[in-house]
């Protein structure tokens, strides 16, 4: 037997939202009154959500484990969930309860509609600071304009994919992973619900600036040229003011006889120009970094153990490496 729904939470130190999510997200699945399992995947947690997770699934069957022999980040922990997940409709979550599972019926309304991607749109966001509402807004803004697939704006990565769905993003391998893009690139029929996103049930963010600036740059580089194209526009842009400057220094040359141009104005020009090499250079380096991780083809996760469910037919639990 296959379940209807699974339902994906990565889970890195949540030791305090563990039992929460799990109570909640039991009573909303089971008020379905169609078979569901829970995927949970352990991201290297170190303060003990690792051994709560395997009580968990012993206890209750329709659990699944996962459990990564080191941190590999939340895109990838869901990536891994959703290579696991057996159901027909899958919904990805966090595990701070950030995002209520009491939304979950709504998604599935919507798929039951016939939508194959039903994504949550955070209407309000309680209990961030203002620093990340303010850089996430215009991270989406600046996302928007430079892609070419067009991400809706105010979602994360709560939502439900339909198996077709899931199974298209299941193929898609690659390193760098901007899931909520992927899942806007592949298509179907997609459709976005509104919610209230409220505060963190316990513990603190696992996004810090820098994995929050690393997370962007993967959406802008996963889905634009643009970066690359800027050397150009800035190329363009320079040569053309410096050409428009040579006559105007002729001619004050000429006219007042005075040499216009100093020391500082040259060492200005040459910092300037200096600088925007470097960028243009810092540019190609994030894509070629990319495009070295791609050529590497190291596996995007390993797991150390995943534990058995009700859903396994007589399949061996896997240990060890997986080749993914
Ligand atoms: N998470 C993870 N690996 C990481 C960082 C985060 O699996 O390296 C999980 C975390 O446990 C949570 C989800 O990803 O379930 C979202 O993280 P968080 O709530 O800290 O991010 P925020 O909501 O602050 O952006
Ligand atoms: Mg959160």
Request: hydrophobic share 45%.
């Given at each position: 037997m296959k379940p209807t729904y699974s339902v994906i939470v990565p889970i890195y130190n949540e030791i305090d939202c563990i039992d929460e999510l799990y109570t909640r997200m039991t009573a909303v699945m089971d008020k379905t009154g169609e078979p569901w399992e829970l995927v949970l995947v352990d991201d290297g947690s170190t303060d003990g959500s690792t051994e709560r997770m395997h009580t968990i699934a012993a206890q209750d069957a329709r659990v699944r484990a996962i459990f990564f022999a080191r941190n590999f980040g939340h895109q990838i922990a869901v990536t891994a969930g959703m290579d696991h997940a057996l159901g027909q409709a899958v919904v990805i979550i966090d595990a701070d309860l950030q995002d209520p599972p009491e939304v979950i019926p709504d998604l599935i309304a919507k798929w039951k509609e016939g939508y194959e991607v039903v994504y949550a749109v955070r209407e309000v966001r309680e209990g961030e600071t203002w620093f990340k509402k303010t850089t996430a807004s215009l991270f989406y803004t600046l996302v928007h304009k430079i892609t070419d697939?067009?991400?809706?704006?105010?979602?994360?990565?709560?939502?439900?994919?339909?198996?077709?769905?899931?199974?298209?993003?299941?193929?898609?391998?690659?390193?760098?992973?901007?899931?909520?893009?992927?899942?806007?690139?592949?298509?179907?029929?997609?459709?976005?619900?509104?919610?209230?996103?409220?505060?963190?049930?316990?513990?603190?963010?696992?996004?810090?600036?820098?994995?929050?600036?690393?997370?962007?740059?993967?959406?802008?580089?996963?889905?634009?040229?643009?970066?690359?194209?800027?050397?150009?526009?800035?190329?363009?842009?320079?040569?053309?003011?410096?050409?428009?400057?040579?006559?105007?220094?002729?001619?004050?040359?000429?006219?007042?006889?005075?040499?216009?141009?100093?020391q500082a104005t040259t060492l200005i020009s040459t910092l300037f120009i200096g600088g925007v090499q470097l960028i243009c250079l810092g540019i190609l380096g994030e894509y070629l970094g990319r495009i070295y991780d791609e050529v590497k083809n190291r596996p995007l996760y390993i797991t150390r153990s995943v534990t058995h469910s009700i859903y396994d037919d007589d399949e061996a639990a896997t240990d060890g490496i997986e080749d993914q």
């Open positions: 697939v067009k991400i809706p704006k105010n979602t994360g990565d709560f939502r439900l994919l339909d198996r077709q769905a899931l199974d298209v993003l299941n193929s898609m391998r690659e390193k760098d992973r901007y899931l909520r893009g992927m899942s806007a690139w592949v298509g179907f029929k997609q459709i976005g619900v509104p919610y209230h996103r409220e505060a963190r049930y316990a513990g603190s963010t696992k996004y810090p600036l820098k994995k929050m600036i690393k997370l962007a740059w993967n959406a802008i580089t996963g889905f634009s040229y643009v970066p690359l194209q800027a050397a150009t526009y800035l190329g363009f842009i320079v040569a053309g003011v410096s050409i428009l400057l040579i006559p105007v220094v002729i001619i004050v040359r000429l006219v007042s006889g005075s040499e216009l141009l100093g």
